[in-house]
């Protein structure tokens, strides 16, 4: 089985651009998504009704990469177990600081050209460490701010795969397809690393704590230089 980790901001058109690489693939590969999210989602509902075998895991309290990267095992079995030849994993990086992607697995980062040019820099390692980076929504933007928009994020990470793919009408998902089609197979996460590590934490308020002021911050705190 193939495993694909596809992560991008919220709203990039990452479950558009899943569905339509599914749609390109359904004739000769099964395909299986878990989607990641945090408080609530309904994609799971949309891969239901293409008859994509879907598992949802909401991370609640928790960061949605740290979630996934504590439960990726277990959702390739479940892969393997309902018999997918490629397994999605869809996360939302929703802090721009964590990445979900894992060494010799195929990385995708989905962003969307009315996210602003400065966006690229800000996204980090989810960016940075994709080996294929899907640009959505060219339609609604020029060919010049297309084309900016392409040199910012080729800047970012110049050794990734830059795909333009219309979330709504398809086009491009049938090359991103074929992309996917060249992962290496995978039967286990285990004993593989994360391409970039999770952000240091621990500290009274990843634990609960809501009062503020420095006698409830314990752990791991970084205060800011405010002298001038």
């Known amino acids: ?15 558009s651009v899943i569905l339509g690489v599914i749609d ?7 395909v299986g998504v878990v989607k990641f999210d945090c408080l609530n ?5 949309l891969y239901e009704k293409r008859g994509v075998p879907v598992k949802k895991g909401l991370s609640g309290s928790m960061c949605p990469d740290h979630f996934f ?9 479940w892969g393997i177990a309902q018999g997918v030849d490629i397994l999605i994993s869809e996360s939302a990086g929703l802090c ?25 820099k800000k996204i980090g390692p989810m960016l940075k460490s994709a080996d294929i980076v899907v640009i959505t929504k060219g339609d609604i933007v020029s060919q010049a701010e297309r084309e900016v928009f392409a040199y910012r ?3 970012v990470n110049p050794n990734a795969i830059i795909l333009h793919v219309n979330g ?39 634990l609960g704590e809501t009062r503020i002021g420095a006698s409830y911050q314990m752990g791991n705190v970084r205060k800011m230089e405010m002298k001038e």
């Open 1 to 15: 089985m193939k495993v694909i980790t596809v992560a991008g901001p919220p709203s990039s058109g990452k479950t």
């Open 24 to 30: 390109a693939l359904k004739q000769h590969q099964k």
């Open 41 to 45: 989602t309904d994609d799971d509902k």
């Open 69 to 77: 990267v504590s439960n990726i095992e277990e959702c390739v079995q």
């Open 96 to 120: 721009n600081r964590c990445s979900p992607h894992i060494k010799d697995v195929k990385a995708v980062c989905v962003i969307d050209n009315l996210s602003g040019v400065a966006t690229p």
């Open 153 to 155: 994020v080729k800047n």
């Open 168 to 206: 709504i009408t398809g086009q491009g998902a049938y090359e991103l397809a074929t992309v996917f089609t060249d992962a290496p197979e995978d039967i286990t996460m285990n004993g593989k690393q994360l391409r970039f590590s999770m952000p240091s934490a621990l500290c009274s308020y990843c």
